[in-house]
């Protein structure tokens, strides 16, 4: 008996979340727009509803009339953005990002912080993180009441399950935890996760992605990042650090790359390798090896916009080495979309025509005719949103 209790529970709960991230995604709706788009009977949305209702979780919204002016406006139900808080930390390379975010899913409040990350151990980077976090919600006060979980991001490997990173290029120190500390003292769950799959999350609540079962992001910028959602899942793999796109290899003794390795997708694709291969060939202002600013970049960009054949080149030969590595990736996943975001989309209008030759040329059409691959303009703001997500998993 208890089990099936439990089974009656589990299955109430991943309908609530249901619920919740369909008026996450289309909120404000009507009731009856709930049951069309999760699926779910008239009878389970009224339950669920009325329960959410009961707790202030969600409200009642009234839509605006008809263009016509007549009949009653039509009541939508919507997540009460107030009900609930979650704090989002970015981590890089000598930076920290800090954001407030509501229920749902919305930035309210972010400010930036340098740290010097480069010369943290693990635990004076954990004392950092906390001192930034309790600064950061004492100025936000109702909120820090409202705190029900917070997600922190970083780039480079990250043992997710454990909240872990493992490697990072904005950190000196190997296989450190920074979950465990800021939960403890905050008093509430934290989420660890590489920022590519942040990114993810945040294409997920987008209307038009949000159908789609099988899908990989792909995140150009200062590295080189991927993601795989399956059955609708992001999968994070074995040791939670799935799917390194930019460290899958394109030579075996090609350029060097920022983990160590030769002939990495990012290698030749990421802006410091962009920067590092034009300022071989031509003559750019000097700059951070591993970080050139995107003002540096959007000129090198610029450059061969208006016309520089080097710089022209440069982008199509990394536009082909991107194609082959999404060629492997759609010959052992099967996409129905490749989505390409990250600030290096600046350039993609460059890199477009290599992308289709490189995946032409790797790969027989058969198995790559059926993916859509497509670009998605960048905002600062998604890996913002992915990590307000990423936390808020943990209200559903
Ligand atoms: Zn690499």
């Given amino acids: 008996m208890s089990n099936r209790k439990t089974d009656t529970e589990q299955i109430r709960a991943a309908n609530r979340a249901e619920v919740i ?26 339950a669920i509803t009325s329960e959410l209702a009961e707790h202030n979780i969600i409200q009642e919204v009234q839509a605006p009339r008809e263009s016509s002016g007549r009949g009653r406006p039509r009541v939508m139900i919507d997540l009460n953005p107030d009900k609930a808080s979650v704090l989002g930390l970015k981590l890089s390379i000598n930076e920290l990002r800090l954001m407030l975010g509501d229920l ?28 930034e976090a309790e600064h950061f919600l004492a100025q936000h006060p109702g909120h820090q009441q409202l705190l029900v979980s917070a997600g922190i991001a970083i780039q480079g490997f990250v043992d997710a399950h454990q909240g872990n990173v493992v490697w990072s290029p904005a950190l000196s120190v190997k296989h450190i935890n920074l979950t465990n500390h800021l ?32 899908f990989i992001v792909v995140m150009l910028g200062y590295g080189v990042g991927g993601s795989l959602i399956m059955n609708g899942e992001l999968y994070t ?6 799917a390194e796109f930019g460290h899958t290899k394109y030579s075996h003794d090609g350029p060097q790359c920022a983990c160590g390795k030769r002939g990495c997708i990012e290698a030749y694709v990421s802006d410091y390798a962009l920067y590092r291969d034009a300022s071989a060939i031509m003559n750019l202002p000097a700059t951070d090896r591993r970080h050139p600013s995107e003002k540096q970049m959007q000129k090198l960009t610029e450059l061969a916009r208006t016309g520089n054949e080097a710089a022209r080149e440069l982008f199509a030969q990394s536009g082909r080495v991107l194609g082959y590595g999404i060629a492997n990736m759609l010959a052992l996943m099967s996409p129905e979309r490749v989505v390409v975001t990250g600030p290096g989309v600046r350039a993609y209008d460059l890199l477009e025509d290599g992308v289709r030759e490189g995946i032409r040329n790797a790969l027989v059409n058969e198995l790559s ?17 992915g990590i307000i997500a990423l936390a808020l998993k943990h209200f559903g």
């Fill in 369 to 385: 005719s059926g993916t859509a691959i497509e670009h998605l303009p960048w905002s600062e703001d998604m890996t913002g949103k």
């Fill in 237 to 242: 793999g074995h040791l939670g650090a799935a």
């Fill in 21 to 46: 991230s369909a008026l996450r995604v289309y909120g404000p709706v009507a009731r009856v727009d709930i049951g069309r788009i999760t699926g779910l009977s008239p009878a389970t949305v009224t």
């Fill in 104 to 131: 749902k899913g919305n930035i309210i409040s972010e400010a930036v912080v340098a740290v010097r990350t480069l010369d943290q151990d693990a635990e004076s980077l954990n004392a950092v993180l906390l001192k």
């Fill in 183 to 214: 939960q403890r003292h905050l008093g509430c769950p934290v989420e660890l996760a590489n920022d590519a799959n942040c990114i993810a999350y945040a294409v997920q609540m987008q209307q038009q992605y949000v159908e789609c079962r099988d």
